[in-house]
Nanobody, 125 residues
Framework: QVQLVESGGGLVQAGGSLSLSCAAS????????MGWFRQAPGKEREFVSA????????SYADSVKGRFTVSRDNAKNTVYLQMNSLKPEDTAVYYC??????????????????WGRGTQVTVSS
C-alpha cells in the first residue's frame, strides 16, 4: 500500500502563490506516476498536473500551464505543486494521486489508484 498526505493549502489573495506538498509513504517503490487533481464545489474532479516518478514526463492542464509547476524529490518521496498567479477559479480541494502503472502518467482520475485526502486552496478576489 501507498499512503499520500497533502499539505500546504490555505487562503491566498488573487495573484498570490501557494506551494503544495504530497508526501508518499509505504510501498513507494511501486510508484511510476504522481498526479495532482482538484475538485471545486459542485464540480467534477479535474486534472491539474502529472509527472513520472523519474521526472521524464510532465503534463499540465491548459488552465494552469505557465502558472503551476510540479516537481519531485525522490529522496524525500515528495511531490510539490508550486502555484503562482492564483485566480479565484483555482479555488478547490487539491488531491495528490499515485499509480504503479508504467508509462506516460495518466490525465484521468481513473488512471490513479492511490489518493490523498486533499488540501483546501481558497483564492479570494
Amino acid at each position: 500500500q501507498v499512503q499520500l498526505v497533502e499539505s500546504g493549502g490555505g487562503l491566498v489573495q488573487a495573484g498570490g502563490s501557494l506551494s503544495l506538498s504530497c508526501a508518499a509513504s509505504g510501498r513507494t517503490s511501486v510508484i511510476y506516476a504522481m498526479g495532482w487533481f482538484r475538485q471545486a464545489p459542485g464540480k467534477e474532479r479535474e486534472f491539474v498536473s502529472a509527472l513520472s516518478w523519474s521526472g521524464n514526463s510532465i503534463s499540465y492542464a491548459d488552465s494552469v500551464k505557465g502558472r503551476f509547476t510540479v516537481s519531485r524529490d525522490n529522496a524525500k518521496n515528495t511531490v510539490y505543486l508550486q502555484m503562482n498567479s492564483l485566480k479565484p477559479e483555482d479555488t478547490a480541494v487539491y488531491y495528490c494521486a499515485a499509480d504503479g502503472t508504467p508509462g506516460v502518467p495518466g490525465l484521468r482520475s481513473r488512471d490513479y489508484y492511490y489518493w490523498g485526502r486533499g488540501t483546501q486552496v481558497t483564492v479570494s478576489s
